[in-house]
């Protein structure tokens, strides 16, 4: 009796620290600069994406996935001292392809603070923001924007820690109630 109830516990155990680890790996904290998801490299140039809705929040910070329409700050950080020294443009469209609406179009210049940045209003849907480096290699960043989108991988992330463990109480729970030792315990109870 005493093994089983030491394999139960330890099972028992081994689900809640997969519960735990399942949600660490799915949580967006501090995370290096190299594996920031608003961060886009082309050789060793790197550029960082930040944008900002302060009417519906002041204090948010999106990348790709933006939660409202409407006015929208995008700011674009030059990461790379070299990429300030040289002729960089940015253009908005609206669609998931090079070939849909251009929104805003900010001619190629020279940002020596290393800071590009714009406020436009968006549209629910699929945006493309595409910065253009002009050096002797151009270089070229591209970001899929969702404006308004319900993002089903986070929704799937966020749900599937909690049916993995419900299913594992249920099946440890099946198990229990199915053992002759269980129901011979039960039975000397009454």
Not at 4 to 9: E, L, N, V
Not at 50 to 77: E, F, K, M, R
Not at 114 to 143: C, D, F, M, S, W
Request: aromatic letters at 6%; one cysteine or more.
């Amino acid at each position: 009796m005493l093994k089983r109830a030491m394999k139960i516990g330890a099972t028992v155990i081994m689900c809640a620290a997969a519960l735990l680890y399942t949600g660490a790996v799915f949580a967006h904290g501090a995370e290096a600069l190299e594996d920031d998801s608003c961060m886009r490299r082309v050789g060793e140039n790197m550029i960082h994406l930040s944008v900002y809705q302060p009417q519906n929040d002041i204090a948010g910070h999106y990348c790709t996935d933006i939660p409202a329409v409407g006015d929208t700050v995008l700011v674009v950080d030059l990461v790379e001292p070299m990429l300030r020294e040289m002729p960089v443009g940015l253009k908005l469209i609206r669609g998931s392809s090079e070939d849909g609406d251009v929104i805003a179009d900010i001619r190629s210049n020279i940002y020596e603070d290393g800071v590009i940045n714009t406020q436009q209003a968006l549209e629910e849907g699929r945006h493309l923001l595409v910065v253009t480096a002009e050096g002797v290699q151009p270089l070229k960043y591209v970001y899929h924007l969702r404006i308004d989108m319900v993002n089903y991988a986070e929704v799937f992330r966020a749900t599937i820690g909690p049916a993995v463990g419900l299913l594992l109480t249920v099946l440890i729970g099946y198990k229990l109630f199915r053992s002759k030792r269980f129901k011979d315990w039960l039975a000397t109870r009454r």
